[in-house]
C-alpha cells in the first residue's frame, strides 16, 4: 500500500464529519500537492512526497502515545476522528507551500554542480499551525481542543510565547500528545 492509499484510507475510515468529503477532494485534486510536497526544505522527509509520509508517522506515534494508561489518566483519550484530525492534517498548511529549484554545490572533487533542492513559497504567511486550523476550517469544523492540538502542534520550538503553549498543554493534554508525536516522527523515524 502506497503511503497516498494509506492516508485516504485512514481519512475515509475515521474522518466523517461534514465538509470532510471536500477537504479529501481538495488534498487529492490538481490544486493540491499533498501526496507529492515535502515535509521540509532540510530537516525531515525534504523529498518528494515527505509531507504524507510524516503525516502517516505522526498519526502511528500519536496512536501509540494516547494508548498510553499514563495518558488516559491525564484525560487524553480522543476519539479515533480526533487522532486522523489532528495528526493527519496538522501540517496541511505545507501545501503548495515548497517549490522545486536547484543550486549549486561542489561535488566531491570540487566541481560545482547543480543540485535540486526545495525553497518555500509561501502564498499564504499565516503563521503554521494557526495556519493549518484556518485552512481546515475552510472545510469542516474542529472541536476547540483539534483547534488547539493542530495550532500548538510544533510545542516549545515555535515562535510563539511560551506562556501560550504551557496554558495550552495544561488544557489540553492532546496538545502535549501531538507535540511528542510530531517531534517522535520528525527526529526519530525520519532523520
Known amino acids: 500500500m502506497t503511503d497516498r492509499e494509506r492516508f485516504i484510507e485512514l481519512y475515509n475510515t475515521y474522518i466523517k464529519r461534514e465538509g470532510a ?5 481538495y488534498l487529492t485534486g490538481p490544486q493540491s500537492d499533498f501526496f507529492t510536497a ?3 526544505t532540510r ?9 504524507v509520509n510524516h503525516s502517516l508517522n505522526v ?4 496512536k501509540d502515545i494516547v494508548s498510553r494508561e499514563k495518558m488516559k489518566e491525564y484525560g487524553c483519550t480522543p476519539s479515533e476522528e480526533t487522532i486522523a484530525i489532528v495528526s493527519l492534517l496538522h501540517d496541511i498548511c505545507k501545501v503548495n507551500f515548497y517549490k522545486e529549484s536547484t543550486r549549486n554545490v561542489k561535488d566531491e572533487n570540487g566541481v560545482w554542480q547543480k543540485v535540486p533542492y526545495y525553497e518555500i513559497d ?5 503563521g503554521h499551525g494557526e495556519k493549518s486550523v ?8 474542529l472541536t476547540r481542543e483539534e483547534a488547539f ?3 500548538y502542534h510544533m510545542g516549545f520550538s515555535t515562535q510563539s510565547e ?8 495544561a488544557m489540553y493534554p492532546l496538545c502535549y500528545a501531538i507535540s511528542a508525536a510530531d517531534m517522535e516522527a520528525t527526529y526519530y523515524i525520519e532523520q
Open 38 to 40: 515535502p515535509a521540509s
Open 59 to 62: 498519526y502511528d506515534c500519536l
Open 149 to 151: 492540538a493542530i495550532r
Open 21 to 25: 468529503k471536500e477537504l479529501l477532494d
Open 43 to 51: 530537516y525531515h522527509n525534504s523529498c518528494r512526497g515527505g509531507l
Open 122 to 126: 509561501d502564498k499564504l504567511p499565516y
Open 162 to 169: 511560551a506562556r501560550d503553549v504551557s496554558a495550552a498543554f
Open 134 to 141: 484556518y485552512i481546515i476550517t475552510g472545510f469542516m469544523r
